[in-house]
Nanobody
């Protein structure tokens, strides 16, 4: 079994910052990709940022220059530093990971989600 546990969401004013964290635990052999998706009410879930095991990062255009994804492979943890937050960044943010388990092949895993609210 593998679990993703998120932390760091909350309420912030426009222009403010938040840092999300997600730790993977369980029967993990290796992690290929970790990242963050978000879903706002009435909208589809979208990829915000992802980082591969080789350190290659990818961002949706709307967050480039404001968000930074990083990871600590030793702790199976991914971070999302969000700066200059805008009201349109408000959403439930979901941690995602593609993990090779110790007894099975590559699988996709999702965290339960953490709410990010951007409002004055």
């Amino acid at each position: 079994q593998v679990q993703l546990v998120e932390s760091g969401g909350g309420l912030v004013q426009p222009g403010g910052s938040l840092r999300l964290s997600c730790a993977a635990s369980g029967s993990i052999r290796s992690i290929n990709i970790m990242g963050w998706y978000r879903q706002a009410p009435g909208k589809e879930r979208e990829l915000v940022a992802a980082v591969t095991s080789a350190g290659i990062t990818n961002y949706v255009d709307s967050v480039k220059g404001r968000f930074t994804i990083s990871s600590d492979s030793a702790k199976n943890t991914v971070f999302l530093q969000m700066n200059s937050l805008k009201p349109e960044d408000a959403a439930v943010y979901y941690c995602y990971a593609k993990i090779l388990g110790t007894g099975w092949g590559l699988r996709d895993y999702w965290g339960p989600g953490t709410q990010v609210t951007v409002s004055s």
